[in-house]
């Protein structure tokens, strides 16, 4: 597990008890009786090593500034030292006001726990954005809560709306070309950010934000927003998304990890956390709105592989929120994780070369 920090070679799970199904019952096929095996004869999760926690606020103060040795605003390095410290799996627990963290950083073990999940996975994760989403905002979502901080029958639900067109083989195929426009503009924004030493500005990471958010936005929105010029006004809507993007990425452990006091008294982090969420509903139902505006205008007899992702789901949905909501979730989990990868695989070509 080398360079584990550089490569993230592990998954942050929340503590859960969530399978479909009991471990100890197999379907007979050697896996599930290996894995029935390994259960008979698994130590007590209390074993799990981890940091020790002080009585009454637990683990809370290692996230504490000044006093606390973990940084927030740094997961990665969290995890990379609980790793050198702790081994293959290690447990930050009795967080105040919150499940704990189980970090996995084997393969094999976290190929384990996907394969017990069943149909139904079990993922308590995001409190903000769950009471974002059935309290702040109940009325909006009502039964249609999505695939991002759900779990259950509701995610299985939702999930069941839209996996055909977002997994068919014609989706991806339709936005190769377009996802590759947008990489060959993001390519020539390189070479002229690039100093008098071929290096990239301090904030290069900003930029690969700015150019996974525009790949989704083709994608989720069937748009291009613009996020990738270098002239961009400070109250134009594409610098807008940016920075709406950026603070929930960058401040969303905050309010995960510090003292939950949002949950009794909204803080000041709590209301921007808010109302950017309330911004990117309104842009995802500001694209949707022109994308079913076009779908209308199409000819009837137009081939289903014509049409795009958004296009699809409107013409199966007689509820557009549907869209509304696949797209929000999209844009959530989609630029950190997209941003992250390119970035350490621009790393990776840098150490090679």
């Not at 996995?104 to 996907?114: S, T």
């Not at 930029?207 to 270098?230: F, M, N, T, Y």
């Not at 509903?281 to 009837?300: G, P, T, V």
Request: proline share 7%.
């Amino acid at each position: 597990m080398k360079n584990i920090r550089q490569f993230q070679i592990h998954t942050v799970r929340w503590r859960s008890t969530a399978t479909a199904h009991s471990p100890h019952v197999s379907t007979g096929s050697p896996e599930d009786l290996e894995v029935t095996n390994e259960f008979t004869t698994a130590k007590h999760y209390s074993q799990v090593p981890g940091p020790t926690p002080w009585p009454i606020i637990g683990n809370t103060w290692r996230m504490l500034p000044v006093i606390g040795p973990y940084q927030i605003s740094d997961l990665a390095n969290v995890s990379y030292i609980l790793y050198k410290q702790y081994g293959k799996i290690a447990k930050l627990g009795n967080l105040v006001g919150r499940p704990d963290l189980l970090f996995v950083y084997d393969a094999d073990e976290i190929e384990k726990v996907y394969r017990q999940e069943g149909d139904t996975p079990f993922r308590p994760s995001m409190p903000c954005l769950v009471k974002y989403k059935s309290q702040v905002r109940g009325q909006f979502f009502g039964k249609l809560p999505g695939v991002v901080g759900v779990h259950g029958e509701p995610w299985r639900e939702f999930r069941t709306k839209v996996q055909k067109p977002v997994l068919q083989p014609q989706t991806v195929k339709k936005y190769i070309q377009p996802i590759e426009e947008v990489s060959d503009y993001f390519i020539k924004r390189m070479q002229e950010m690039k100093n008098e030493n071929s290096e990239m500005p301090a904030d290069f990471d900003n930029e690969i934000h700015k150019w996974a958010l525009e790949c989704i936005g083709r994608v989720a929105l069937d748009a291009r927003l613009g996020c990738l010029r270098s002239d961009l006004p400070k109250n134009s809507e594409p610098q807008k998304i940016i920075n709406a993007a950026k603070y929930a990425l960058r401040n969303v452990a905050l309010l995960e990890l510090k003292y939950p006091f949002w949950r009794y008294l909204p803080s000041t982090l709590w209301k921007k956390y808010v109302s950017n969420m309330d911004y990117f509903i309104e842009i995802c139902m500001k694209y949707i709105d022109d994308a079913m505006l076009r779908l209308k205008n199409k000819s009837q007899s137009v081939n289903e592989n014509e049409l795009s992702l958004v296009e699809r789901i409107l013409a199966n949905e007689s509820d557009p929120k549907t869209a509304y909501i696949l797209a929000l979730d999209l844009i959530l989990v989609g630029i950190d994780t997209v941003s992250k990868r390119l970035f350490k695989f621009i790393m990776c070509l840098f150490q090679l070369c």
